[in-house]
């Protein structure tokens, strides 16, 4: 059974920085990886996604210039380094798969494109 478990979250205040990582069960070479937050009473978001190699990432107009996703399959983990965190970026982060090399266009709305998924963990910023 593919297996994600996501690590890092805490709780942070406003301007500081986490890093998440993301560990597979398996070979994450031929797939690509997407996080996704949900807050309270909020719907599940998309926040960032990478391509098989690498060479491709994505992100929510909301997190630019602030995340960045990263992954080294070697040691089928992928990252996601989070600066200048804001209370609006409280929720629970997921990490999930797709069997695909890459993320689609519209990947931020597709959750339901990516077949395994983490069982999260909580990152909270103090307003």
């Known amino acids: 059974q593919l297996q994600l478990v996501e690590s890092g979250g805490g709780l942070v205040q406003p301007g500081g920085s986490l890093r998440l990582s993301c560990a597979a069960s398996?070979?994450?070479?031929?797939?690509?990886i997407g996080w996704f937050r949900q807050a309270p009473g909020k719907e599940r978001e998309g926040v960032s996604c990478i391509s098989s190699a690498g060479s491709s990432t994505n992100y929510a107009d909301s997190v630019k210039g602030r995340f960045t996703i990263s992954r080294d399959n070697a040691k089928n983990t992928v990252y996601l380094q989070m600066n200048s965190l804001k209370p609006e970026d409280t929720a629970v982060y997921y990490c999930a798969a797709t069997a695909v090399p890459r993320c689609g266009v519209y990947w931020y709305r597709a959750p339901n494109t990516f077949g395994s998924w983490g069982q999260g963990t909580q990152v909270t910023v103090p307003s």
């Open positions: 398996f070979k994450l070479d031929y797939y690509a």
